[in-house]
């Protein structure tokens, strides 16, 4: 390669690095959590699925999905523990509503995949989301993981933050990570 | 453009059409639907997300992903009606379940983002996929949409796959498609 012709491949590099810092529109607040610093990766909604779930404590729930970038997705498939550096897991919360626009059509099947008289649940108002962030050198004293909890796109605080780890700790076989990739 | 460089462009193109119709590893049945032949696009799984969902019948229950095509999704975040021809929106669902292992956690967290004692839920069997792909002239006689409900791989019946449409003649003034987007 010509010395001009690497340099023009550098700065592309450094462009495209810039580029994908950029914050994602509707987040304003680039502050990153306390004790990690983990900002939210822009575009992060659009990133795969690697699955979905739901807490739920009477009649309150959330729905939650859970996303990976490319190289958490790839260990995910790979079965590959620890997570390498560079993975990104993020669980995205809403509330868990009724739908009485589909539970109208429901009543008028009997059957709906062999299940009988189904009522219907959908995403109502999100909530937060939550980040891992693996870097094992930088993020050595919580198990190689960087952690934060978004709401409003603003971080919490750091007493909120410092409930992370250790909730994330029983979970250590697996590399501190709760979510299993749904097939 | 030279007449060269066009040729070339336009091999490539067709060439990457031929490679997205290679079925997906998994999916041995290259069938369509009855009625409509809708086969199932490659790769889906890793599309963006639309939104998640649940349907309840007392104990049993699905959790349910929605993904869409490039198109679909763009439409979507549009709020575009009717889709656009080449649209596809695809459900994905598991039988829910329970997770002691996620419920051992939250024991020991008496709140979790607003939630009282709250129990996990994840994914467990993977059900069956219905899918909806537009094509206002192919399919005009049920509303521009194809349909297809695929099992382990396979296509539901002619009988099964006749159910479709009705089902969604209900959300005509969203297009016949009853998934929102999740912001």
Redesign the interface.
């Known amino acids: 390669m010509t010395r001009i012709a690497f340099l023009v491949v550098a700065v592309a590099a450094v462009a495209g690095v810039v580029a994908s810092l950029t914050p994602r529109s509707g987040y304003t607040d680039e502050q990153g959590s306390p004790i990690y610093g983990v900002t939210i990766p822009p575009g992060y909604?659009?990133w795969?699925?690697i699955?979905?779930?739901?807490?739920?404590?009477?009649d309150?729930?959330?729905?939650?999905?859970e996303?990976g970038n490319d190289i958490a997705?790839k260990a995910f498939l790979e079965g590959k523990l620890p997570f390498p550096d560079g993975s990104i897991v993020i669980a995205h919360?809403?509330m868990?509503e009724s739908?009485p626009?589909?539970d109208?059509?429901?009543a008028?099947?009997p059957m709906?995949?062999?299940?009988?008289?189904?009522?219907?649940?959908?995403?109502g108002s999100?909530?937060?989301m939550q980040i891992m962030v693996k870097d094992s050198k930088k993020y050595a004293a919580s198990g190689g993981w960087g952690f934060a909890d978004f709401k409003d796109g603003k971080p919490g605080d750091e007493a909120l933050t410092k409930?992370c780890f250790p909730?994330h700790e029983?979970?250590k076989a697996h590399d501190y990570v709760?979510t299993?990739y749904?097939?």
Not at 51 to 58: H, K, L, N, T, Y
């Open positions: 909604r659009d795969k699925l699955a979905v779930s739901e807490i739920a404590a009477g309150k729930s959330q729905l939650r999905a996303f997705i919360h809403w868990k739908s626009e589909n109208k059509v429901l008028m099947v709906v995949a062999g299940l009988d008289s189904p009522k219907s649940f959908v995403p999100f909530v937060n409930t909730c029983p979970a709760y299993r749904a097939p």
